[in-house]
């Protein structure tokens, strides 16, 4: 038996999010069918984590287990002939039995991108978020900066989802603008350009509550565009409200940048 | 009567190209549906040129004519608020009665975007062509030099389009590697990146024959990938027939970056 772990990259535009769901196309599926194919044997492909209907994925991490005689680099480029090309798998590599790809993470990396210019280049549309008021970055980024730390983030958390607290600990957490090279990056933000229409919000944790990056996102945005004063942030995440902050930022500006585990694991 | 010069951007991925073709949509009928949404007026948008079906612009040139009130900014939003997400106006502008989007344009850049890198971005998927070998780009730009200047191009021509002469002047022609912050720009690439996985084929002439660029891409990556030695490439431009040169790159790699006219017509 082998035990595997995949890196996969994905457009989420066209599923309804990683889990597999009856009736609906889903990532998970797509990847278990391409594993099936390849190797005869229905087995479960299991993420770090579940990613939302519309949010994509530059470094999501799954692991499997089969029987299957091809090295790592055959079954990238097998797994990548049977695939849609809206789903990639990056990298493969073997892992020892006990890896778990959901509960050996031990944080992950979200990027979300809003496009403040006035016209939205039509590439972009289903990677960008199009906010049509000119967003003053530096104050979303300081407003961000409250944020950082071990906090309960009840606020930022559309609830019904099954979870044991809601304290996490954002250990990096940037709003800034560059230009469209950074969009499909795995590493952090480096470089700003003021000139740019895009502000990246990127937001590292040990983990995430429901739609928790999204509603940061739609919070800060409320403060770039100087609906809100920075001020508001700080009282937001004490109240630990969901309806005291902004409104969830839209699916498709999300992405799952890489997910990070103790190299003993991996 | 008004008369309008305007640029647009769109994904070509929906469409069966620029021109207005019964039964089929195109980019040409989107835009002259929006322009009578707005204006109430059925009137032909001329653009510099068609584009092939599946083929991107990112500064198309139309002029109109048509009545209306309203200044060049609200145009541009307004046609924006109708116009589907995959076509924008990027710009609007008054000029005079005789300006020609077709007759006037003195010239035009295209570029076209090669990855050979060992797994494709799933969000460049429909963006640039993927091709599978370690491209020496160095090689296809010395190859892609002997086009410059003023030839007969027959070699690089699709039969079957009507047309005066193939003679066309190439003013800029280069093959080089550059990361993905260079897609979407209107300015000629500067700034080479020797570890990208993109070899941009940027090409600007007076005119373009059919599928020149498709062709001259094709062309190039024969030579990048070692199929072909560089210096085959001006027996092929003398040979003056299209068997001797590659295969049309597929549509979704090529871009309509801009196009340039007289500052006297517009």
Request: aromatic share 8%.
């Given at each position: 038996?082998r035990?595997?772990?995949?890196?996969?990259?994905?457009?989420?535009?066209?599923?309804?999010?990683?889990?597999?769901?009856?009736?609906?196309?889903?990532?998970?599926?797509?990847?278990?069918?391409?594993?099936?194919?390849?190797?005869g044997?229905?087995?479960?492909?299991?993420?770090?984590?579940?990613?939302?209907?519309?949010?994509?994925?530059?470094?999501?991490?799954?692991?499997?287990?089969?029987?299957?005689?091809?090295?790592?680099?055959?079954?990238?480029?097998?797994?990548?002939?049977?695939?849609?090309?809206?789903?990639?798998?990056?990298?493969?590599?073997?892992?020892?039995?006990?890896?778990?790809?959901t509960?050996?993470?031990?944080?992950?990396?979200?990027?979300?991108?809003?496009?403040?210019?006035p016209?939205?280049?039509?590439?972009?549309?289903?990677y960008?978020?199009h906010?049509?008021?000119?967003?003053?970055?530096?104050?979303?980024?300081?407003?961000?900066?409250?944020?950082?730390?071990?906090?309960?983030?009840?606020?930022?958390?559309?609830?019904?989802?099954p979870?044991?607290?809601?304290?996490?600990t954002?250990?990096?957490?940037?709003?800034?603008?560059?230009?469209?090279?950074?969009?499909?990056?795995?590493?952090?933000l480096?470089?700003?350009?003021?000139?740019?229409?895009?502000?990246?919000?990127?937001?590292?944790?040990?983990?995430?509550?429901?739609?928790?990056?999204?509603?940061?996102?739609?919070?800060?945005?409320?403060?770039?565009?100087?609906?809100?004063?920075e001020?508001?942030?700080?009282?937001?995440?004490?109240?630990?409200?969901?309806r005291?902050?902004?409104p969830?930022?839209?699916?498709?500006?999300?992405?799952?940048?890489?997910?990070?585990?103790?190299?003993?694991?991996?």
């Amino acid at each position: 038996m082998r035990h595997i772990k995949l890196v996969l990259a994905y457009d989420g535009t066209s599923y309804f999010g990683w889990e597999r769901q009856k009736g609906f196309p889903s990532v998970q599926q797509a990847v278990e069918q391409a594993v099936e194919s390849l190797t005869g044997q229905r087995v479960p492909v299991v993420a770090s984590g579940r990613t939302d209907a519309g949010v994509h994925a530059l470094g999501q991490v799954a692991h499997l287990h089969c029987e299957t005689r091809h090295d790592p680099a055959t079954i990238v480029r097998a797994l990548n002939a049977i695939l849609p090309r809206d789903i990639r798998v990056c990298s493969a590599a073997d892992v020892p039995e006990s890896f778990h790809a959901t509960y050996d993470a031990r944080g992950k990396l979200y990027r979300y991108v809003l496009h403040d210019g006035p016209v939205l280049d039509p590439m972009l549309r289903l990677y960008v978020w199009h906010c049509p008021w000119r967003l003053d970055d530096a104050a979303m980024h300081r407003a961000a900066r409250c944020l950082m730390g071990t906090h309960d983030f009840s606020s930022f958390e559309t609830s019904g989802a099954p979870r044991q607290t809601s304290v996490r600990t954002i250990s990096h957490l940037t709003a800034q603008r560059a230009g469209p090279g950074h969009l499909w990056s795995r590493q952090p933000l480096h470089g700003v350009d003021a000139a740019a229409d895009l502000v990246y919000i990127e937001i590292a944790a040990d983990g995430f509550l429901y739609n928790m990056v999204r509603a940061i996102s739609g919070t800060l945005l409320n403060v770039g565009r100087r609906f809100w004063p920075e001020e508001c942030v700080p009282e937001i995440l004490a109240a630990r409200d969901r309806r005291r902050a902004g409104p969830t930022a839209p699916a498709h500006g999300l992405f799952l940048v890489s997910v990070q585990y103790d190299s003993a694991a991996a």
